[in-house]
Each structure stands twice: as C-alpha cells, then as structure tokens.
C-alpha cells in the first residue's frame, strides 16, 4: 500500500488554492471590508464580567433562541421568517452545497462574485458554472444568465447582493426573472449589507425558493464568524442538518451578542461609514 498523501487526497482538491488573506504589515487595511472601528473599553469590560460567570463545562442552547431574538431584531428579520446559523457565510455555502449536491446537479453564479462559491464547490465535488457579468458596467449579462439556467437547470444560484467585488446592486427586475426561472433555490448573499440599504428579506414569503443570507461581520464582529441563513421552515429544516458549530465559538456569540446595546452601537457606527450610497 503507498504511503504518499498524494495517492489517497483527491486530484480537485490537490488542485486547490487556499483562501489565504495576506497579513497587511503596515499598510492601511482595506481588503475585507471591516469595520474599522474597536470596541469601547465598558463594553469590553461587560464582556469579561459575564464570561467570567458564564459556565463553560455546559453546553449552550442548541436552539439559539436569544442569540436568533437579538439578530432578528438588529437586522429587521421579520417574525415569519426562520434562521440557521453559521460559523460565518462561509460554513452557511458549505451546508447548502453539501445539502444539494448529487449527481448532475449545477452550481450557478455570475463572475466576478465571492471566491467561496466556486471553492466548496470543488471542495464538495458540485459542478460549478460561472456566468461573466457584463464587461463595462458589471451588471448581470441577462441573456447569458437566462441562457445558463435553460441549459443546465441549476439546483442552486448564489447572488451577492451587492456583489463581491465589484460593489454594484444587480437590477431588481434581473434578480427577480433569476428567481423565477431557476428550478432549483437562490441565495442571495446580503453579506454587504450595512452598505446599501435595500434588501429581498422582505420577499421571502413572495418566493418559496428564495433563501437569505447575512453576517454580523461588516458590523465590526469578523472575528465571531457568525452567519445566519433566513428562509422558510421547509428548506431551513433540511439544511440545518448539515450544521456543525463550534460549541465554545457559539457560546462566546451569544454571550456577547447578548448585550443589544452593543449590536445598536456597531450599527451606528457603521451608518457613518457608508460612503458608496452611489452604487447602491
């Protein structure tokens, strides 16, 4: 039997680049898009009393309802909507991908888009299918995208919303014809959404294969990697199977999230930093 690692890693994912983000020496750090602004020293403070008395040897809810109440309420999600969490968007791509895969089934997403998709979908074994938006203005090349959903009937469509990297909000009316001609579910990832102020949560109950996606890390919370998928009991109960947090992580979320106080005060913060309203 060969002892080589080769011989027994799968060749696609030998193939792989990692993700890797390069450490910014000195330079002024602007690639991913945080919130530049660090916690106030009594909201620090508050931090440490309560994980001080926070019993570490129990598990936490699995069920995350006061961490989901407080999102909800940050995020305006509105009552009828259910959530799955995640550690980040990230883990969210992965239990959607691993939930739809199989055989013949497609990964569709216009490019340039958030490198993730199309790296778990490798990952995963899923066949991916990039759409190229349109070379001068970055808007969804409509007749290409309508072209692929007729030829390879995607079981999933990732949008972000606004797009990663380009920065733009793709046309209402575009996203709409997308939802309503793919047979299988869109996501929209709304990962950038403290920088625009439009959004499709309100639309779920409009399509029943519509499903949302958020982070709190353009909130100044990056180093959480807390996600969260909103959609309808029926898909969410399916993937949610999927999911694998990180107990202490998931703890350390909800017992900082738990100050509201806290969340509003991020979000203030970050109103004043909106500075590309023109594109969104």
């Known amino acids: 039997m060969s002892k080589s690692v080769t011989n027994w890693i799968r060749p696609e994912i030998q193939q792989l680049s990692a993700y890797y983000v390069p450490e910014p020496s000195n330079a002024i ?49 509105p009552d009828r909507v259910e959530m799955v969490l995640g550690n980040g968007s990230d883990e969210l791509i992965q239990m959607l991908i691993l939930a739809l895969n199989g055989p013949r089934r497609v990964l569709l997403v216009p490019e340039p888009s958030f490198i993730m998709y199309r790296h778990l979908a490798q990952v995963v074994g899923m066949k991916y299918v990039g759409v190229p938006l349109q070379e001068n203005s970055f808007t969804l090349d409509m007749y290409a995208m309508l072209e692929a959903i007729e030829t390879y009937q995607p079981t999933l469509v990732f949008l972000a ?39 499709f949560m309100s639309r779920l109950d409009q399509y029943p294969n519509l499903l949302i996606m958020r982070t709190v890390s353009k909130l100044g919370l990056a180093g959480l990697r807390l996600g969260l998928l909103a959609g309808t009991q029926d898909w969410l109960t399916q993937i949610e199977r999927y999911g694998n947090l990180i107990i202490l992580m998931f703890l350390l979320k909800l017992v900082l999230l738990s100050h509201f106080a806290t969340m509003q005060c991020l979000k203030n913060k970050f109103n004043g930093l909106k500075k590309i309203e023109k594109y969104c």
């Open 29 to 77: 750090k602007l690639d991913a898009m945080e919130n530049p602004y660090g916690w106030d020293a009594v909201l620090i403070e508050e931090w440490l009393k309560i994980l001080q008395t926070t019993a570490l040897n129990r598990y936490p809810d699995s069920s995350a309802r006061k961490l989901k109440a407080i999102l909800r309420t940050v995020m305006q999600i």
């Open 161 to 199: 919303y606004p797009n990663n990297p380009t920065g733009n909000l793709f046309a209402t009316e575009d996203i709409e014809a997308i939802i309503e001609t793919t047979p299988g579910v869109v996501v929209i990832d709304e990962a950038y959404a403290p920088f625009s102020n439009r959004t």
